[in-house]
Protein backbone atom coordinates (compact mmCIF):
# COMPACT_ATOMS: atom_id res chain seq x y z
CA UNK A 1 0.00 0.00 0.00
CA UNK A 2 0.77 3.79 -0.50
CA UNK A 3 3.16 5.06 2.39
CA UNK A 4 5.33 7.94 4.10
CA UNK A 5 8.43 7.92 6.31
CA UNK A 6 9.78 10.85 8.36
CA UNK A 7 12.95 11.28 10.07
CA UNK A 8 12.45 10.38 13.69
CA UNK A 9 11.75 13.57 16.01
CA UNK A 10 11.93 15.52 17.96
CA UNK A 11 14.44 17.99 16.26
CA UNK A 12 15.85 20.73 18.30
CA UNK A 13 17.51 23.72 16.73
CA UNK A 14 18.94 26.83 17.66
CA UNK A 15 17.20 29.72 16.15
CA UNK A 16 18.24 30.94 12.82
CA UNK A 17 19.99 27.77 11.83
CA UNK A 18 19.27 25.35 9.01
CA UNK A 19 16.07 23.05 8.71
CA UNK A 20 15.57 19.60 6.64
CA UNK A 21 13.03 17.15 7.54
CA UNK A 22 13.28 14.05 5.65
CA UNK A 23 10.56 12.67 3.68
CA UNK A 24 9.92 9.77 1.30
CA UNK A 25 7.36 7.94 0.23
CA UNK A 26 5.92 4.61 -1.83
CA UNK A 27 3.13 4.58 -4.23
CA UNK A 28 1.25 2.97 -6.45
CA UNK A 29 0.60 5.77 -8.53
CA UNK A 30 1.55 9.44 -9.15
CA UNK A 31 0.96 11.03 -6.24
CA UNK A 32 0.70 14.99 -4.95
CA UNK A 33 2.65 15.46 -2.15
CA UNK A 34 2.13 17.55 0.91
CA UNK A 35 3.61 19.58 4.06
CA UNK A 36 1.05 19.88 6.86
CA UNK A 37 2.03 21.97 10.21
CA UNK A 38 0.37 21.52 13.33
CA UNK A 39 0.63 23.95 16.23
CA UNK A 40 -0.41 22.98 20.01
CA UNK A 41 -4.13 22.14 20.11
CA UNK A 42 -4.69 23.03 16.67
CA UNK A 43 -5.56 21.71 13.55
CA UNK A 44 -3.69 20.87 10.72
CA UNK A 45 -2.47 23.78 8.37
CA UNK A 46 -1.36 23.11 5.27
CA UNK A 47 2.31 24.12 4.37
CA UNK A 48 3.06 23.36 0.84
CA UNK A 49 2.08 21.25 -2.14
CA UNK A 50 3.71 19.45 -5.33
CA UNK A 51 1.39 18.17 -7.82
CA UNK A 52 4.28 16.57 -10.06
CA UNK A 53 8.04 15.78 -10.47
CA UNK A 54 10.63 18.66 -9.81
CA UNK A 55 7.73 21.18 -8.81
CA UNK A 56 9.05 23.23 -5.50
CA UNK A 57 6.76 24.32 -3.23
CA UNK A 58 7.61 27.11 -0.68
CA UNK A 59 5.73 29.24 1.79
CA UNK A 60 6.56 30.90 4.78
CA UNK A 61 10.77 30.37 3.86
CA UNK A 62 9.77 26.60 3.78
CA UNK A 63 10.62 24.89 0.83
CA UNK A 64 10.37 21.35 -0.70
CA UNK A 65 11.26 19.76 -3.68
CA UNK A 66 9.15 16.87 -5.60
CA UNK A 67 12.26 14.19 -6.35
CA UNK A 68 10.43 11.87 -8.51
CA UNK A 69 13.89 9.64 -8.94
CA UNK A 70 14.29 9.40 -5.07
CA UNK A 71 10.66 9.13 -4.32
CA UNK A 72 11.73 12.17 -1.93
CA UNK A 73 9.53 15.56 -0.73
CA UNK A 74 12.04 16.73 1.86
CA UNK A 75 11.44 19.83 4.04
CA UNK A 76 13.98 22.82 4.66
CA UNK A 77 14.16 26.44 6.00
CA UNK A 78 17.17 28.46 5.99
CA UNK A 79 16.67 30.19 8.86
CA UNK A 80 14.35 28.65 11.66
CA UNK A 81 12.50 31.30 14.47
CA UNK A 82 11.17 29.92 17.55
CA UNK A 83 7.54 30.32 16.19
CA UNK A 84 8.17 27.11 13.84
CA UNK A 85 8.13 24.95 16.87
CA UNK A 86 5.48 22.38 15.41
CA UNK A 87 4.89 18.65 14.62
CA UNK A 88 5.30 18.60 10.83
CA UNK A 89 3.35 16.03 8.62
CA UNK A 90 4.62 15.11 5.32
CA UNK A 91 1.50 13.39 3.14
CA UNK A 92 0.48 11.98 -0.18
CA UNK A 93 -2.80 12.07 -2.20
CA UNK A 94 -3.74 9.84 -4.83
CA UNK A 95 -6.96 11.13 -6.57
CA UNK A 96 -7.94 7.80 -8.57
CA UNK A 97 -10.27 7.15 -11.63
CA UNK A 98 -13.41 7.37 -9.65
CA UNK A 99 -12.46 10.88 -7.61
CA UNK A 100 -11.84 8.92 -4.93
CA UNK A 101 -8.60 10.88 -2.58
CA UNK A 102 -7.27 10.27 0.89
CA UNK A 103 -4.69 11.61 2.48
CA UNK A 104 -1.84 9.56 3.70
CA UNK A 105 0.28 10.78 6.53
CA UNK A 106 3.67 9.85 7.72
CA UNK A 107 4.10 10.05 11.80
CA UNK A 108 5.46 13.49 12.15
CA UNK A 109 8.55 15.34 13.27
CA UNK A 110 8.53 17.71 16.75
CA UNK A 111 10.48 20.22 15.39
CA UNK A 112 11.73 22.11 19.20
CA UNK A 113 13.46 25.95 18.01
CA UNK A 114 15.62 27.43 21.04
CA UNK A 115 16.22 30.92 21.22
CA UNK B 1 -14.07 33.24 3.40
CA UNK B 2 -14.98 31.38 6.95
CA UNK B 3 -12.64 28.07 7.71
CA UNK B 4 -13.30 24.64 8.48
CA UNK B 5 -15.64 24.55 11.42
CA UNK B 6 -16.25 21.65 13.79
CA UNK B 7 -18.35 21.22 16.68
CA UNK B 8 -17.65 20.32 19.46
CA UNK B 9 -14.57 21.29 20.44
CA UNK B 10 -14.14 19.04 22.99
CA UNK B 11 -16.53 16.04 24.42
CA UNK B 12 -16.21 13.76 27.41
CA UNK B 13 -18.26 10.73 26.88
CA UNK B 14 -18.90 7.84 28.50
CA UNK B 15 -18.06 3.63 27.49
CA UNK B 16 -20.66 2.49 25.87
CA UNK B 17 -22.34 5.81 24.55
CA UNK B 18 -22.54 7.01 21.38
CA UNK B 19 -21.60 10.77 19.64
CA UNK B 20 -21.98 12.68 16.77
CA UNK B 21 -19.52 15.10 15.60
CA UNK B 22 -20.24 18.13 13.17
CA UNK B 23 -18.12 19.71 10.55
CA UNK B 24 -18.90 22.59 7.96
CA UNK B 25 -16.71 22.55 5.06
CA UNK B 26 -15.59 25.84 3.25
CA UNK B 27 -17.93 27.56 1.23
CA UNK B 28 -18.08 25.79 -2.18
CA UNK B 29 -16.15 22.43 -1.23
CA UNK B 30 -17.82 19.60 -2.14
CA UNK B 31 -15.58 16.83 -0.33
CA UNK B 32 -15.39 16.00 3.19
CA UNK B 33 -13.38 13.81 4.47
CA UNK B 34 -12.74 12.80 8.57
CA UNK B 35 -9.50 11.54 9.86
CA UNK B 36 -8.20 10.50 13.58
CA UNK B 37 -5.58 11.25 15.07
CA UNK B 38 -3.98 9.56 18.13
CA UNK B 39 -0.07 9.38 19.69
CA UNK B 40 0.09 5.79 18.78
CA UNK B 41 -1.27 5.50 15.68
CA UNK B 42 -0.82 8.88 14.28
CA UNK B 43 -3.41 10.44 11.98
CA UNK B 44 -5.93 8.10 10.36
CA UNK B 45 -8.34 7.96 7.38
CA UNK B 46 -11.76 7.12 8.43
CA UNK B 47 -13.87 8.17 4.83
CA UNK B 48 -14.92 10.61 2.37
CA UNK B 49 -18.00 12.15 1.97
CA UNK B 50 -18.85 13.76 -1.72
CA UNK B 51 -21.99 14.78 -2.47
CA UNK B 52 -23.82 13.10 0.01
CA UNK B 53 -21.82 9.95 -0.90
CA UNK B 54 -19.33 8.09 0.69
CA UNK B 55 -17.09 7.05 -2.08
CA UNK B 56 -13.58 5.83 0.10
CA UNK B 57 -13.37 4.30 3.49
CA UNK B 58 -10.63 3.63 5.48
CA UNK B 59 -10.07 0.64 7.98
CA UNK B 60 -12.02 1.02 11.21
CA UNK B 61 -15.14 -0.80 12.37
CA UNK B 62 -18.59 -0.08 11.80
CA UNK B 63 -18.97 1.29 14.63
CA UNK B 64 -17.84 4.98 12.97
CA UNK B 65 -20.54 5.78 10.69
CA UNK B 66 -20.57 9.21 8.52
CA UNK B 67 -22.81 11.68 6.22
CA UNK B 68 -23.18 14.65 4.39
CA UNK B 69 -26.29 16.69 3.99
CA UNK B 70 -27.30 18.60 0.70
CA UNK B 71 -25.57 21.34 1.85
CA UNK B 72 -22.07 19.81 2.17
CA UNK B 73 -22.13 19.92 5.79
CA UNK B 74 -20.94 16.25 7.72
CA UNK B 75 -21.44 14.23 10.44
CA UNK B 76 -19.55 11.45 12.11
CA UNK B 77 -21.29 8.94 14.29
CA UNK B 78 -19.47 6.81 16.58
CA UNK B 79 -21.57 4.02 18.60
CA UNK B 80 -20.62 2.16 21.43
CA UNK B 81 -17.73 4.14 22.22
CA UNK B 82 -14.46 2.10 23.90
CA UNK B 83 -11.27 3.72 25.62
CA UNK B 84 -9.76 3.47 22.60
CA UNK B 85 -11.82 5.99 20.68
CA UNK B 86 -10.32 8.48 22.78
CA UNK B 87 -8.23 10.97 19.95
CA UNK B 88 -8.66 14.08 17.92
CA UNK B 89 -11.16 13.63 15.34
CA UNK B 90 -10.09 16.17 12.09
CA UNK B 91 -12.47 17.26 9.25
CA UNK B 92 -10.75 18.60 6.42
CA UNK B 93 -12.93 19.75 3.00
CA UNK B 94 -11.75 19.97 -0.60
CA UNK B 95 -12.84 21.87 -3.60
CA UNK B 96 -12.41 19.10 -6.49
CA UNK B 97 -14.22 16.28 -7.11
CA UNK B 98 -11.08 14.99 -9.08
CA UNK B 99 -7.44 15.60 -9.35
CA UNK B 100 -4.82 16.70 -7.04
CA UNK B 101 -7.06 19.33 -4.78
CA UNK B 102 -5.43 20.03 -1.20
CA UNK B 103 -7.55 19.33 1.58
CA UNK B 104 -8.13 22.30 4.44
CA UNK B 105 -8.57 20.92 7.87
CA UNK B 106 -10.90 22.51 10.79
CA UNK B 107 -9.36 22.49 14.53
CA UNK B 108 -10.71 18.91 15.05
CA UNK B 109 -12.94 17.54 18.27
CA UNK B 110 -10.95 16.19 20.79
CA UNK B 111 -12.90 13.12 22.30
CA UNK B 112 -12.33 11.41 25.59
CA UNK B 113 -13.79 8.44 26.95
CA UNK B 114 -14.16 8.15 30.43
Known amino acids: GDSVTQMEGPVTLSEEAFLTINCTYT??????LFWYVQYPGEGLQLLLK?????DKGSNKGFEATYRKETTSFHLEKGSVQVSDSAVYFC??????????????FGSGTRLQVQP | KAGVTQTPRYLIKTRGQQVTLSCSPI?????VSWYQQTPGQGLQFLFE???????NKGNFPGRFSGRQFSNSRSEMNVSTLELGDSALYLC?????????????FGPGTRLTVT
Open chain 2, 92 to 104: ASSTSDRGRGEQY
Open chain 2, 49 to 55: YFSETQR
Open chain 2, 27 to 31: SGHRS
Open chain 1, 50 to 54: ATKAD
Open chain 1, 91 to 104: ALSLALDTGRRALT
Open chain 1, 27 to 32: ATGYPS
